[in-house]
């Protein structure tokens, strides 16, 4: 039976006071080590998620409820997007690379090198409507054998890289962050965002063409680092963080916030509609629908 928890919905700012959905927040799955990377795969009606330290992907059927394995062993693999193929892409830190799960199911390699250096432990991935794919890839896979397997970056550094859909080439398009994590285009696609994590903030660039420009801090984490971020149609950004899910204006403001009982690591809004909020929190994942839709 799916356990539920009363919504919390906090209202922080006038644009948030139309924000909600349901009166209560349900538990959809529970027994995880480290849940991450939630994707909903539209063709089929299913979420997947990784359970990191566990070295699994799991899925649950949004028509049964079940859960059950997608993929494990899966190489320790974190976030995950869907290409514009409907394909799976993957960050994997145990082999510390980006893969494409094929219609086939087989898998191919995408991107495990920058200037012939081995990644660090990519992280999480946005597929943007020009087919290229952006990836933060900080060191977290490889600080322990925790979420991997520990060893030193070859790197030396904690990118954020865009894969060039024609060449396959790899491009370093942001290099002064600490740890990136979580990523999302604007809903036009001329600004990215990027959490850092270990600085607490988020930062916003201007996007030309494959290069970003114009870097600047959006906004500061009030509760502990920024993770995975997403974004509605109307240009929010919902950023998952200690004490659950807050959400910003385009602007910055922090206007309000919808709280969980256990740290919260990344969202996707999912569903026929998209406005099914779909958050991996610890040892739990957690489903609301909402009155909002993702972008």
């Known amino acids: 039976m799916t356990e539920s928890i009363a919504a919390e919905f906090e209202v922080l700012d006038e644009r948030f006071a139309d924000v909600g959905g349901d009166k209560r927040v ?12 939630p994707t909903y795969v539209p063709a089929g009606r299913y979420l997947l998620w990784s359970d990191i330290p566990n070295d699994r992907i799991l899925r649950w059927d949004e028509m049964t409820g079940n859960v059950g394995p997608f993929r494990a062993p899966a190489g320790y693999t974190n976030g995950h997007t869907l290409d514009r193929q409907g394909r799976l892409i993957s ?3 145990g082999a510390r690379r980006v893969t494409r799960t094929e219609h086939d ?28 794919v952006w990836f ?24 954020v890289y ?43 660039f201007e996007v030309r063409g494959a290069a970003l420009e114009n870097g600047r ?20 950004i919902w950023a ?41 929190a610890s040892t739990s994942v957690y489903a609301i629908m909402t009155n909002v839709r993702g972008a």
């Open 217 to 236: 801090v959006l906004a500061e984490c009030s509760a502990g680092g920024l993770d995975g971020i997403r974004l509605d149609t109307a240009g929010r």
């Open 240 to 280: 998952a963080t200690h004490e659950g899910v807050h959400c910003f204006a385009p602007d910055g403001t922090l206007i309000g916030k919808l709280r969980l009982p256990e740290k919260t690591s990344n969202l996707v809004f999912g569903g026929l509609k998209r406005n099914w909020l779909f958050m991996t």
């Open 136 to 159: 933060t890839d900080p060191r977290y896979g490889i600080a322990s054998d925790y979420e991997g397997h520990q060893a030193e970056s070859e790197i030396g550094n904690d990118q």
């Open 26 to 37: 349900e538990r959809i799955h529970h027994g995880c080590r480290w849940a991450e990377g």
């Open 105 to 132: 199911g087989s898998i191919t390699v995408i991107a495990d090198r920058w200037q012939g250096k081995r990644l660090n432990s990519p992280n999480d991935v946005v597929v943007r409507s020009d087919d290229s």
């Open 162 to 204: 865009r894969l060039d859909p024609a060449t396959g080439e790899i491009t370093a398009v942001a290099d002064d962050f600490a740890r990136p994590n979580g990523l999302a285009f604007s809903t036009d696609e001329s600004l990215l965002y990027v959490a850092d994590t270990q600085r607490g903030h988020l930062r916003v």
């Open 91 to 93: 960050c994997e830190h």
